[in-house]
């Protein structure tokens, strides 16, 4: 028995140490995208384009770099394996950022921003379940779509795709809507800030929320500026808080209007299905925000966090957009095209509207 | 161990990433 325990364990460490092994050269590649993008956004400010305009920061640009790289050249199997952890590392970085905060300094922001959320995310979800059926797409899509542009993106998406009994094509059409939105307003977001001199505390607003996906939401908002950023990171917070909520509510939806087709519903289990989308890293966060109001972290500390947090962010964004295929997007076609784009837009105008006008 | 093997890949995962961030905190406070 305890033979069998130790060679157990012996096995499991092995795999590990496979794994990491196999990891490496991705990670490697995930780490020159970085540097570069880190090293190449400075120098990109002695443009008049750039520094007026186009301001791409390298938070951006490793995004632009890794899509370029993948698109291109393409990414070797043997990379593929490393560019698996950029969930883990933009989430990691999302529960530091906790150290940039404290419990009043939340509350303060995190009020208006659950306001805020709230309010667009169920009125976007509502809306495009209503424009799905009235288009006569399928209750699956209307849901995936719906879920996609109201809370965040791809991981809506895919937590909503087995609670309505989506398709594979339903989840890609979705994903690649939302996707395709996410990169133009990556650079049209920053530009309509500075075109509107928006002050960070509403840029983060703005970004958090009228980009789509958590990503894109980080990556333009510390491409503005690092207050911008960390302002729309509780932005994204908050809506992923929702997410449970609102794949609840679209489950409902969807399965009484398979109901009203005559085909057999879905059943849902409400508690369970919050239980299992409830995101517990935000606990992560939260802990952190409490030992920052404690005055565990001094000064110097939160400032080696805080640059371990951009790093994190940065290799995050780096791998996201080594995993971007552009062929990928076709599956949205210019119906999906032009219907996300739509909704996603006028999402954006009136995110716009209510900063300038409650900020 | 097996505790953290029974949860689902995304409670893992939230797991790990806590863990990390925590991982961040303690180096931070070494380094500064």
Request: hydrophobic letters at 60%; charged letters at 10%.
């Amino acid at each position: 028995m305890t033979q069998n325990v130790i060679s157990h364990q012996l096995d499991s460490q092995q795999d590990f140490a496979q794994a990491i092994l196999k990891s490496l050269p991705g990670l490697l590649l995930i780490t020159a995208v970085a540097l570069t993008a880190y090293f190449v956004a400075p120098k990109l400010e002695a443009f008049p384009l750039f520094k007026t305009y186009l301001s791409l920061k390298d938070f951006i640009l490793a995004i632009i770099f890794g899509i370029a790289i993948r698109n291109t050249v393409g990414v070797a199997d043997m990379f593929q394996p490393g560019l698996r952890y950029s969930t883990i590392l933009t989430k990691t970085g999302i529960v530091v950022m906790g150290s940039s905060y404290s419990l009043a300094g939340l509350v303060s922001v995190g009020a208006q921003a659950l306001v805020f959320i709230a309010v667009f995310l169920f009125a976007t979800a509502l809306t495009m379940m209503w424009l799905c059926r009235r288009l006569g797409m399928s209750p699956a899509l209307g849901a995936c779509l719906a879920a996609g542009m109201s809370v965040c993106g791809v991981s809506a998406t895919i937590a909503i795709a087995p609670a309505v009994k989506a398709r594979n094509e339903d989840m890609a059409y979705s994903i690649a809507v939302v996707l395709m939105f996410g990169l133009l307003a990556l650079i049209a977001f920053p530009l309509v800030g500075r075109l509107f001199d928006l002050s960070a505390d509403q840029f983060g607003a703005f970004a958090g929320v009228g980009i789509i996906n958590s990503a894109q939401v980080l990556a333009a908002g510390f491409g503005y500026s690092p207050e911008a950023g960390v302002v729309a990171g509780i932005y994204n917070i908050g809506r992923v808080l929702f997410l449970p909520f609102v794949v609840l509510m679209l489950a409902i939806m969807a399965a009484s209007q398979e109901h009203d087709h005559g085909k057999e519903a879905v059943k849902i289990n409400k508690w369970q299905m919050i239980c299992d989308k409830f995101p517990l890293f935000v606990l992560g966060f939260l802990a952190i925000v409490c030992m920052n109001t404690m005055g565990m972290l001094s000064k110097a500390e939160v400032k080696a966090a805080k640059a371990f947090m951009e790093w994190a962010f940065l290799l995050g964004f780096a791998s996201i957009g080594l995993t971007t295929r552009l062929a990928d997007l076709r599956a949205a076609g210019l119906r999906g095209f032009i219907f996300g784009f739509g909704v996603a837009g006028i999402k954006a105008v009136l995110a716009l509207g209510a900063v300038l006008v409650f900020m | 161990m097996s505790f953290f093997r029974s949860l689902s890949k995304s409670r893992r995962q939230d797991v790990i990433v806590a863990a990390l961030g925590f991982a961040v905190i303690v180096l931070s406070k070494f380094i500064a």
